[in-house]
């Protein structure tokens, strides 16, 4: 559930029981909304990996778990479109699931190659930390393709990152200039590990599975 959803039920609760709400800062008030929303979050996402990994089975898993990952982050923090894809030690691409659905596979190179390259993607992977775009007009980091199917205006990327390594990139779109507030990127900083791990075990399950080993 999005921080911003919880928070406003919460004030909704204080009013009908007449509570007394937390009076910490601004601050403590954002790291304690993102926390229970993390903990939301990596809850469901750690649910549906275990499912899977009983009832799906093949490559189809990892397909799968993007699948879900990726509309699992949508739905936590209130985004519009999204994108997902995985690399490998080489930078290559192994897995993708873009926001423009389903396209021909030299063009889905293209776009991952020039995001890599120049946008926001490759920033945050080079500096291993969540990137933010609150006006994609104002910030050269986004790139507007001509065939672009929908307006972006705001934008998030956290890189899955496992010890030194970078596996992958999830990019989160919104239609609305400065979407991405503080507390979802610290719901997201939070999670950043588990929403790895739930990809990485997908892998092994993936690769695995079919040689009897798991």
Known sequence: MNPKTINSQKQSAHNRLNVIPFQ???EDRILL?????AIQ???TLLKNSISYAQSVSGSLILKT???????TLI???DSEQGSIFLIDDNGAIM???LA????TRDLKDSVISQVLDDGLAGWTLRHRQIGIIHDAIADDRWMQFPDQPDQVRSAMAIPLVYGIDAIGIVTLTHSQPSHFDDAIATMMQY???????VILNAQLHAEYRPLGLM
């Open 24 to 26: 910490g800062n601004l």
């Open 33 to 37: 909304i993102a926390a229970q929303s």
């Open 41 to 43: 979050l990596q809850t």
């Open 65 to 71: 778990t993007l699948k879900n990952t990726l509309e």
């Open 75 to 77: 739905k936590y923090t």
């Open 95 to 97: 897995e993708s699931i």
């Open 100 to 103: 423009r659905g389903p396209v």
């Open 191 to 197: 999670s950043m590990e588990i929403i790895t791990a």
